[in-house]
């Protein structure tokens, strides 16, 4: 793991990379920022640990950005190979950013019961509101990493259909479960504290991007097929 880690970091800062690579973080880093001062301003502090969760939710839809990037070293050539992106991770992006959606209607939903527009409220109160949270997050949270962490590289390859992407994927997660447990670790804590200071995303999204990639290549070597799924190709 600590290879994976040490090797994105220095891919991020190849010089035919870190420009474009920056600067593709740098638009969820705006949003992230708006995001967390309109929660604040609004009066809605404790949703904001809800919201950075659901990051995690949404951000492999945006991993094919970076991939296309390291593979062909060019926001440009990362535009043509998402302009083909096969229709398989069209719809893997589509169930990410639902299940987002459905987290933070939830989230709403259980701070509208716990919290409300009350004032004066607890901090004891506060706390069973972050913890339920952070429980139903880390449960969703878990179901994307297993579903999506090497089906997405699979698919931006076209090594594998939709379901045969997502089988090859949950099989790699349970065939070393310590070792990915970590990695969604690493990805989680990262990506939340991240989400909590939008400008530490510049640097994050693109590291651990290229980080799961090599892990990813590692897993699944190019020169193999994909284990006990079959490697017929489709979009």
């Known amino acids: 793991m600590k290879w994976v880690l040490a090797a994105g970091w220095r891919e991020l800062w190849r010089g035919s990379l870190s ?3 920056l600067a593709l973080a740098a638009v969820p880093a705006v949003l992230g920022t708006l995001i967390l001062a309109g929660l604040l ?3 809605l ?3 904001v640990l809800p919201m950075a969760g659901g990051f995690l939710l949404v951000g492999p839809a945006a991993w094919p950005l970076f991939l296309a990037l390291r593979r062909c070293g060019s926001l ?7 302009r083909g992106m096969p229709r398989g991770l069209w719809a893997l992006a589509g169930v990410c950013l639902l299940l987002f959606l459905i987290w933070m209607s939830d989230a709403a939903t259980v701070y509208s019961f716990m919290i409300g527009g009350e004032t004066g409220i607890g901090g004891a109160r506060v706390a069973w ?6 429980v139903m997050g880390v449960v969703l949270a878990l179901i994307v990493f297993c579903i999506a962490v090497f089906s997405v590289p699979l698919l931006l390859d076209r090594r594998a ?3 045969q992407a997502v089988m090859a994927s949950v099989k790699a997660v349970f065939a070393s479960p310590g070792t990915m ?18 400008l530490l995303l510049l640097p994050a999204l693109p590291w651990l991007a290229f980080a799961g990639d090599l892990l990813y290549l590692e897993i699944f070597p190019p020169d193999h097929g994909l284990p006990d799924v079959p490697t017929t190709h489709q979009d």
């Not at 990506?191 to 909590?196: K, P």
């Open 161 to 163: 259909g939709l379901v």
């Open 45 to 47: 502090a404790p949703m």
């Open 19 to 21: 420009a474009p690579a």
């Open 41 to 43: 301003k609004a009066g």
């Open 76 to 82: 440009h050539g990362a535009t043509w190979v998402l």
């Open 129 to 134: 509101f972050l913890l339920l949270t952070s």
């Open 181 to 198: 447990l970590l990695w969604a670790g690493v990805l989680g804590v990262t990506g939340i504290v991240s989400a909590l200071c939008p």
